[in-house]
C-alpha cells in the first residue's frame, strides 16, 4: 500500500477480483476490503462468506452518513440483516437528521443538488425515531446522541482544547446547527455491552417557525427571511432587521439584505395578545454581508452599521450610515381575518462614513449606543 508502516499492518495481500461475479476487494491475511451492493443482501451474505468472515465471533459495524442514502425499506433492510444474522454485534451509525427545519430544508437541497439525495431522512427524522428502528430491526438496545452532546459531554477538556488550537474560528453558530443536524446511534445484539450517553433533545431555535413567540402562529406570518442568527436589529417607528446569516433563498450565507418588520394593530396588550406582523424587504445591494455587527437608530430614517465581520479573517473597521426612505407606492395584503392591510414599500440609501481622529479598532459581538450632550452627539 502506501507506506512500509501501512503494509506491515495489512500482511501480504493481492488486489483483483474476488472469486464472486462483479465485486472488487482487497484480501491480505491481516485484512479484508470488500466492495458490495448493499441493496442485493444475497451477494453481501456470499461476499462476506467468501472473505472468511466468523459470525460467531463479536462484531462491529460502521456506518458513516452510508444508509441514509439508501432507500428507508433497503437501509432497514440492512439492519434487520445485520441482527439476524451476528447475534453478538454493535451496529454503530453517523448519519443526518432534522430534515424539515430551516437548517434541514438546505442541507436536504445540498446533498439533492449533488446527485445524492438523502432517502431515508425523512422516515427517521430525529435521534428518538432512530433509536425506536432498530430496537424494532432486532437490536436490543439502542441510543442516539447529537454531535453538540458528544462534543461538550463525551470529548474530554484536553482535546476540546486541542480542537480550539488549531486554528481561529467564531462561527459557533453555524457549527452548532451542523452538529444538531448530525448524531450518533450505537446499537446493540447479544453482548453484555450498553452504550450508555442520555439523549439529549435539543431546540434547532434557528429552524423554527415560532420566530416571535409572544405571538400566536395563526395570526403571524412568519417570514424565512427572520430565520438568520448573528444580525443586528434596531427600532425607528419600524424594526429593520440587517445582515447576519440564514437562507438567500437557495442557501445558508452570510446576508447583506435588510427587512423592515411593521407591527400594527391594537395597542392594549391586555386585549391584543396577538398582533399581526407584516415585512417589507429593502434594497441594499452594495453592502457587505456581515454579521456580529451594531445598527444604532439615528433618527429621521438614518441607521449606523459599526464594525461586524464578513469571517472570521475578516472583522470590519468600517462605519455605514443607512438612510431609510419610503416610496409613494404601497404593497398589501390580507391576513387570515380578510383584514386588508397597506404598506408604503422602503427603500435605502447608504455610504460608507470616513472616520477621522483615533482609528476604529475592527470588532465584532459588541453594541453601540447613542450618546448625547448640549454641544456634542457620539457614539
Not at 4 to 20: A, I, N, S, W, Y
Not at 118 to 127: Q, V
Request: charged share 20%; net charge neutral; hydrophobic share 40%.
Amino acid at each position: 500500500m502506501g507506506t512500509p508502516e501501512l503494509r506491515d499492518l495489512l500482511g501480504h495481500f493481492d488486489t483483483g477480483k474476488t472469486q464472486v461475479e462483479g465485486s472488487v476487494g482487497i484480501l491480505s491475511s491481516r485484512y479484508r476490503l470488500i466492495g458490495v451492493d448493499l441493496t442485493d443482501l444475497g451477494s453481501l451474505q456470499a461476499q462476506l462468506q467468501q472473505a472468511g468472515i466468523n459470525k460467531s465471533q463479536p462484531s462491529l459495524f460502521l456506518s458513516e452518513c452510508v444508509l441514509t442514502y439508501l432507500a428507508a425499506e433497503r437501509s432497514s433492510a440492512v439492519i434487520e440483516w445485520t441482527a439476524r444474522t451476528f447475534h453478538r454485534s454493535m451496529f454503530v451509525t453517523y448519519e443526518q437528521v432534522y430534515p424539515i427545519d430551516g437548517f434541514g430544508r438546505v442541507m436536504m437541497r445540498h446533498f439533492q443538488g449533488r446527485g445524492s439525495p438523502l432517502k431515508s431522512i425523512t422516515s427517521f427524522p430525529t435521534p428518538v425515531d432512530q433509536e425506536k428502528r432498530y430496537k424494532s430491526l432486532g437490536f436490543d438496545m439502542s441510543e442516539a446522541f447529537d454531535m453538540m452532546h458528544f462534543y461538550h459531554e463525551i470529548l474530554d477538556m484536553a482535546e476540546r482544547n486541542r480542537i480550539r488550537q488549531l486554528e481561529p474560528f467564531d462561527e459557533f453558530e453555524e457549527w452548532h446547527l451542523k452538529c444538531c443536524h448530525y448524531v450518533l446511534i450505537m446499537s446493540v445484539k447479544g453482548i453484555g455491552l450498553r452504550a450508555e450517553s442520555p439523549h439529549v433533545d435539543r431546540a434547532i431555535s434557528f429552524a423554527s417557525g415560532e420566530v416571535w413567540e409572544s405571538f400566536s402562529s395563526a395570526t403571524c406570518v412568519v417570514s424565512t427571511d427572520l430565520q438568520r442568527f448573528g444580525h443586528a436589529s434596531a427600532c425607528s417607528g419600524d424594526i429593520l432587521v440587517f445582515g447576519g446569516y440564514g437562507s438567500d433563498g437557495m442557501r445558508h450565507a452570510r446576508l447583506s439584505s435588510s427587512m423592515l418588520v411593521t407591527v400594527y394593530g391594537a395597542t392594549d396588550a391586555v386585549k391584543a395578545s396577538v398582533l399581526p406582523i407584516r415585512r417589507c424587504r429593502v434594497a441594499t445591494e452594495g453592502l457587505p454581508a456581515l454579521m456580529f455587527h451594531s445598527l444604532t437608530p439615528l433618527g429621521a430614517g438614518r441607521f449606523l452599521i459599526a464594525g461586524g465581520r464578513g469571517s472570521p479573517h475578516a472583522p470590519s473597521s468600517k462605519f455605514f450610515l443607512l438612510t431609510l426612505k419610503y416610496e409613494d407606492t404601497v404593497t398589501c395584503s390580507a391576513d387570515h381575518l380578510s383584514k386588508s392591510h397597506c404598506l408604503r414599500n422602503a427603500v435605502h440609501l447608504w455610504t460608507e462614513l470616513e472616520m477621522c481622529g483615533d482609528p476604529f479598532i475592527a470588532r465584532w459581538r459588541h453594541t453601540a449606543s447613542v450618546m448625547s450632550s448640549q454641544q456634542l452627539g457620539s457614539l
